[in-house]
Each structure stands twice: as structure tokens, then as C-alpha cells.
């Protein structure tokens, strides 16, 4: 049997992607090898537009000239392929530092402070009824609970301080008359 230096020869071959060999029969003594090149790293789907290469020829002359026929192609194909995938990584990265990404950013914390000013806009209010009291109007100045639910605590603590003033409860004995009921006809 005749020693061959065919996976010799495809690891000297530069390249960062698989090598996807189909070899046909064509005729008697005619073969057609096609070579896929395929890179699964890469997230272009511009990828999928890359063609096989095919060779044809007598298996002597595919023995002489297969790899100085695709060594060229492959490395091209191959080369392209990583060049693909490091410019869809730089895109991204562009994407995320763009002045459209940071002005989302703004735009996002503008929001947040708008909310955290609103939310210290109705507590001052409601402070300042509470000073008057008007516990009521204060109760009612807070801001609500499911809007602001990271401050769910402090609001609710406020609604009972509140609710205690103008809706004392029926079984306290704070800021409750007591009546005193006596009998006058007994004897």
C-alpha cells in the first residue's frame, strides 16, 4: 500500500475553518471533488453566499495539482470567512459606544430622574398638608404605591400616619368620647 501525505498536506494549509470534502465518481475516470469551507463562529449569514469549490479531473491529475489548485481558494475563502466574523464583533462594539446607544442611555436616566422627581414632588406635598393638617389631602397627595414600588415601604408607613389622623381606628381608645349610658327609672 502507498503512504500518502494528503492530512500532511491539508494541516499545513492555513486556515480557521472546516474543510467539507465530497469526492463523486463521475465517470470511469473522472472524478469531481467539491470543497465546502465553513466557519460556525461566524454570525454573518453572508457566509452561506460562499460557493463550494469544485475541482474535476483524472484521479492522476487530482494526485498532481489538488493542492496547489486549492490552497489559494481556501485561504481566500477561509480568510474572509474570519474577517466576516471580526467585523460583525466590531459592529457590534460600534453599536454599543454610538451616540444613538448613549443617547438611549440619556435618555433612560432622564427618565428615571424625571420619576424620582415626581415621586419627591408628591411626598414634599404631602408634607406640607401634613404640617397644615390636613391629613386627608396628605394621604391622598402621596404618590401610589404601585407606581413607585421601591419605595412601597416608606409610602405605606406614611398612608398609616396619615389614616390614623383622620380615620382613628374603632378599637383605640385615643381621641374616642366615652358615652355613659345610666338608667334613670331604677329604683
Known amino acids: ?7 500532511r498536506q491539508i494541516a499545513k494549509m492555513e486556515m480557521n ?13 473522472i472524478i469531481i471533488v467539491s470543497i465546502l469551507i465553513e466557519n460556525d463562529s461566524c454570525g454573518d449569514k453572508a457566509k452561506n453566499l460562499i460557493p463550494p469549490f469544485n475541482l474535476k479531473g483524472t484521479p492522476e491529475e487530482l494526485d498532481e495539482g489538488f ?21 460583525m464583533k466590531q459592529v457590534e462594539l460600534a453599536q ?11 435618555k433612560e436616566q432622564k427618565d428615571k430622574d ?9 411626598m414634599l406635598k404631602a408634607n ?10 396628605a394621604w391622598t397627595a402621596l404618590p401610589k404605591v404601585g407606581d413607585y414600588p421601591e419605595h412601597s415601604e416608606v409610602i405605606k408607613n406614611k398612608q398609616e400616619i396619615y389614616e390614623r389622623q383622620f380615620a ?3 378599637f383605640s381608645d385615643t381621641g374616642k368620647e366615652t358615652v355613659e349610658i345610666t338608667h334613670e327609672n331604677n329604683p
Open 1 to 7: 500500500m502507498e503512504a500518502t501525505n494528503f492530512f
Open 17 to 29: 475553518s472546516k474543510l467539507m470534502l465530497t469526492i463523486t465518481k463521475a465517470t470511469e475516470n
Open 67 to 87: 493542492f496547489s489548485h486549492i490552497k489559494k481558494p481556501v485561504q481566500t475563502a477561509s480568510g474572509l470567512l474570519s474577517n466576516m466574523e471580526h467585523f
Open 96 to 106: 454599543a459606544n454610538s451616540a444613538m446607544e448613549k443617547q438611549n442611555s440619556n
Open 114 to 122: 424625571n420619576r424620582n422627581k415626581k415621586y419627591n414632588e408628591a
Open 128 to 137: 406640607a398638608f401634613e404640617k397644615e393638617g390636613k391629613y386627608k389631602d
Open 168 to 170: 382613628p381606628s374603632l
